[in-house]
């Protein structure tokens, strides 16, 4: 088979035009799968998190073993704060906690049950805002923690955050007699 010179320059370009759009389809794709993947894992933490919150009695919510560090109630409250912070700063989107923490002494005041629907109304959030961001911005790269990460990873390092502060939570259960649930797996 005979190729010209002009056929084989037309299938050099066309090979490097298609290349690009091949990775994007790949990245498209893998993208969707983290959506996904990211998506499952997170409910599996909601129920989790919801498990152990729900172990503490209501008379504990204030218990610290040291005066320095958090309450118990704090450690789920930062984790709230924290990560909607995270994400709407830099996500560029609207923080659903602005008009409460405009109120003195909001997340102090709110009964057990009150945190564990705001702890919901969290979990959802996080989940909607993962599976509406779009592609070009989860691939955004973001300062954190002395280097880069693409957005996707951070919504992965705020999971990992929370689930440091969900184990200092089992260490408070253990102080104050309460046999933690087992854990509960992906």
């Not at 959506?35 to 997170?42: I, T």
């Not at 152990?52 to 040291?66: C, D, R």
């Not at 705001?118 to 989940?127: A, K």
Request: with cysteine.
């Amino acid at each position: 088979m005979k190729v010209s010179r002009k056929k084989a320059l037309q299938s050099l370009v066309t090979g490097f035009v298609a290349v690009p759009s091949l990775s994007q389809a790949n990245t498209n794709a893998e993208l969707s799968r983290f959506k996904e993947e990211f998506s499952e894992a997170w409910k599996s933490s909601k129920k989790y998190t919801l498990t152990i919150y729900n172990q503490m009695p209501e008379e504990k919510m204030e218990f610290k073993y040291t005066p320095e560090s958090f309450s118990w109630r704090t450690q789920f409250v930062h984790c709230i704060v924290f990560t909607t912070a995270q994400l709407c700063g830099r996500l560029n989107i609207l923080n659903p906690n602005e008009s409460k923490e405009k109120k003195q002494g909001y997340w102090k005041t709110l009964t057990k049950t009150e945190l564990e629907q705001e702890l919901i109304g969290f979990y959802d959030w996080v989940e909607k805002v993962v599976t509406e961001t779009h592609t070009e911005k989860l691939l955004q790269m973001e300062n954190y923690a002395g280097g880069q990460i693409p957005i996707w990873r951070l919504f992965c390092t705020l999971e990992n955050h929370i689930i440091h502060h969900r184990g200092q939570a089992i260490c408070y259960l253990r102080l104050n007699g309460v046999t933690p649930e087992g854990y509960i797996g992906w």
